[in-house]
Structure formats: C-alpha cells, structure tokens
C-alpha cells in the first residue's frame, strides 16, 4: 500500500546535534503537513506545504526548526542544535489538495534528544 | 479561540459499553469537525467526520453528536470492543482553512 511513510522510524541523538527527519507523501497529493505529539498530548502543528507555493511556517516552535518540499513530494523537517525538549514523535501528513478533507498519516519519527 | 477541548483524558469501559467522548471548541468559523483514532506506534487515521449543518452522523459503530449551540461535539461508540482500544483526537478546521486543531485526545481502553 503507497501510504505515507516517514523514515527513521527512531532517532536518538545528543542535545546539539542536528537532526534530520524525512516525509514521503502519497503519491500525487499536493498537501503535506508536519505535526509534533508529544507524551500524553496532542497533536501541535508545525508546518504546511501545499503545491509550489510558500510555506505556512506559523506552527515552528522556533528557529531551530526548517522544513523543505523539494519538487512538490518528499519533505525533510530539519531541526537544528536539538534540546530535550525536542523530544517527541513527529508526524507528517498528507492529503490531495488543500481543501481535501482527509490527512493521512505517517507512522511518525521518535525522537529522543539526551 | 483556536484551542479544542477534550475530556476525559482517559477512559476504561467494559466490553459491549458505549464510551463517550467530549470535545469543546470557541471558534465559530470552524466547519468540519473530524474524529481521528491512533493505535501505539501508528498515525491518527480518520474515523469519521461531521459538518455543522447536521447534528448527528453514524457510521458503523462510531456516533458524533454535534452541538451547534454550545458548539460541543462528541464520539459515541456503540458496542465497544477491545478492539477500539485506542486514543481518540478531535479536531476542528476553518472555512477554506487548512490548519486543523487536535484536541489534547483520550486514551481509550475497553475490557474484554
């Protein structure tokens, strides 16, 4: 099944280290979100993407976090010189156009930050 | 005004019971109210949906009653089994909008 996936499924890394973590939506979906979870909370969102045109960045918690689209499918969410409180899982979304109902979930990337 | 409130946090029911799920919301711009269902170590996954010209949905088991007055919603599910144990997010989104607020979700967990 072409869902989407979301790789590494688990990063440990040390507090200031640089992370990246990778979002392969569906196939022909143009919308793609980036959400955190952290224990026992929701859902925060973070970014959006929808076609070519500019990000929604409102979400970022900070600085230390980027996010790219290249040509329109695979996403990489970077965050930079990690703290601990980066530790959660991050989820990435999909769905076929902005106005589309229905985001599809990755299985998310755990990140532990030490 | 852009936060969903969820409770309870967690909730325990016997097999065969009908938990119930509320979630509370400010903005009266939002106009789709999702429900979505996470198993350990998945995404949330869509479960059911409803829009504010009606007041209730079913599909299947699963039940949203919606309040448009007290702008309240809530998950019924009819026949729980363990099979639905599980967290249960709502969430909210505005017209023509694309950013979807979860709420805070519930944990779930039905005895066999």
């Known amino acids: 099944g072409a869902g989407v996936s979301q790789s590494p499924s688990n990063k440990v890394t040390e507090k200031g280290k640089d992370v990246e973590l990778r979002c392969d939506p569906i196939?022909?979906?143009?919308?793609l979100y980036w959400y955190r979870q952290s224990l026992g909370q929701g859902l925060e969102f973070l970014i959006y993407?929808?076609?070519?045109?500019?990000?929604?960045k409102s979400g970022l918690p900070s600085d230390r976090f980027s996010a790219e689209r290249t040509g329109g499918s695979v996403s990489t969410l970077t965050i930079q010189r990690t703290q601990q409180e980066d530790s959660a899982v991050y989820l990435c979304?999909?769905?076929?156009?902005?106005?589309?109902?229905?985001?599809?979930f990755g299985p998310g990337t755990r990140l532990t930050v030490l | 005004q852009q936060q969903v409130k969820q409770s309870p946090q967690s909730l325990i029911v016997q097999k065969g019971g009908i938990p119930i799920i509320n979630c509370a919301y400010e903005n009266t711009a939002f106009d789709y109210f999702p429900w979505y269902q996470q198993f350990p170590g998945k995404g949330p996954a869509l479960l059911i949906a409803?829009?504010?010209?009606?007041s209730e949905k079913k599909e299947g088991r699963f039940t949203i009653s919606f309040n448009k007055s007290a702008k309240q919603f809530s998950l019924h599910i009819m026949d729980s089994q363990p099979g639905d144990s599980a967290t249960y997010f709502c969430?909210?989104?505005?017209?023509?909008?694309?950013?979807?607020?979860f709420g805070a979700g519930t944990r779930l967990f039905v005895k066999a």
């Open positions: 979304a999909s769905s076929l156009s902005q106005g589309s109902d229905t985001q599809y």
């Open positions: 969430a909210a989104r505005g017209t023509g909008g694309f950013k979807t607020i």
């Open positions: 409803i829009r504010p010209d009606v």
């Open positions: 196939s022909g979906h143009t919308a």
């Open positions: 993407f929808q076609g070519n045109s500019a990000p929604d």
